[in-house]
């Protein structure tokens, strides 16, 4: 399914956290949106500390759809960029934004 982008609008999947990704991308083709602003959040993304969840069937989608992804908005949890430098919570902290920026990657943001 091909859409026809035709406005500079970005779409934001942050409103469709109750609803699959999938009713999300056709949203953003039915508003013919040219790029999109992925929030990083549960169910549509997964992201730790440690890794990130696949991320194919996503990929998959805006390709399809023909939509790219012009930037990712981390949700911060219970992580803190002002925690002690020496504490675990910023060394967590850390790994997570790092999980994050390897996830942009991979979507190519």
């Not at 908005?73 to 060394?91: E, M, N, T, V």
Request: hydrophobic residues 40%; proline residues 4%; contains cysteine.
């Amino acid at each position: 399914m091909r859409c026809q982008n035709t406005n500079l609008l970005l779409g934001n999947n942050a409103q469709f956290v109750r609803r699959p990704f999938g009713d999300f991308v056709s949203a953003a083709c039915a508003a013919h949106v040219q790029a999109v602003e992925l929030t990083l959040q549960t169910p549509h993304f997964y992201v730790d500390s440690t890794k990130f969840h696949a991320v194919e069937q996503q990929k998959q989608l805006l390709s399809e759809a023909d939509i790219a992804v012009a930037s990712v908005h981390p949700l911060p949890y219970r992580y803190s960029i002002c925690a002690g430098l020496d504490s675990i919570q910023h060394k967590k902290t850390v790994e997570y934004y790092q999980q994050c920026i390897l996830l942009a990657k991979e979507l190519k943001a």
